[in-house]
């Protein structure tokens, strides 16, 4: 069985996790094929948003537990290509969206944090539970979720197993909103809309933007950096007609035409 179902909805695409009966369906194969996918998105130049949602039983409950056992034995690849899968999704330059429709769970909670904006339906949850199997944190999860939460209550989930409800992920603004599950997508589409309009360039020149933003120690830099961004938008021609399409509707506005 595929690990993945990908979709293309105009400008949005929606990669959906397949695991049947498993709530654990993430494996080095499955991990890197889901990487591969989402890296092939980059280059299709009509595809601005990513979403992902979870398969029946979770969003995503983590590694398989036999490949954990297994990569004991190993030299340290088998975790690395689990990684796969939600690294190139933190790394794309799409929108990207999670469409948390049930638990996430350890790398599966990963899969959730990587993305811009999360959703969660009313039976979600997150759970880091590295130290119930004996495990440290991996794939960046001790580094992501303080950013998200705070560090004290990072350190709850972390080292006091505390889970999350959807409600209260909401609260700490690790969750944007909290809905029905059969809402996630339909609600995806209704914020990502206008996009449609947004040149490609644009929207991944912002995203990449923000990203190097993050870098910067003083509001200066900061500006500088955005000016030559945006002085650079302002010369495309996307830019000169919107501009200029403004100015004819003020113009028709103010003459009462």
């Known amino acids: 069985m595929a690990a993945f179902e990908l979709s293309r909805h105009q400008h949005v695409a929606l990669l959906s996790l397949?695991?049947?009966?498993?709530?654990?369906?993430?494996?080095?194969?499955?991990a890197m094929e889901i990487a591969a996918a989402v890296k092939q998105?980059?280059?299709?130049?009509e595809i601005k948003v990513l979403c992902v949602q979870g398969s029946e039983q979770a969003f995503c409950a983590g590694a398989d537990l036999s490949v954990l056992q297994h990569a004991a034995d190993g030299d340290g690849s088998e975790l690395k290509q689990l990684y796969q899968a939600f690294t190139a999704v933190a790394d794309s330059p799409l929108l990207t969206i999670a469409l948390v429709n049930g638990p996430a769970v350890g790398a599966g909670m990963n899969l959730a944090m990587v993305c811009d904006i999360r959703l969660a339906s009313k039976d979600a949850w997150f759970e880091s539970r590295f130290f119930q199997l004996a495990l440290h944190p991996g794939g960046g999860h001790g580094w992501l979720l303080p950013q998200l939460i705070g560090w004290q209550q990072a350190m709850a989930m972390l080292f006091c197993n505390e889970r999350l409800s959807a409600e209260r992920a909401w609260q700490y603004g690790l969750v944007k909103e909290v809905m029905a599950a059969e809402q996630l997508w339909p609600r995806a589409l209704e914020m990502t809309a206008e996009l449609a309009i947004v040149p490609a360039e644009l929207l991944r020149q912002t995203k990449q933007s923000m990203r190097e933003l993050q870098h910067c120690h003083q509001h200066a830099q900061a500006v500088e950096f955005e000016f030559q961004q945006q002085f650079y938008s302002i010369q495309q021609p996307a830019?000169?007609?919107?501009?200029?399409?403004?100015?004819?509707r003020l113009s028709e506005k103010n003459t009462g035409l």
């Open 18 to 30: 397949t695991s049947g009966q498993k709530r654990n369906l993430l494996t080095p194969p499955s």
């Open 41 to 45: 998105l980059a280059f299709e130049p």
């Open 239 to 248: 830019a000169r007609e919107a501009i200029a399409a403004l100015q004819q």
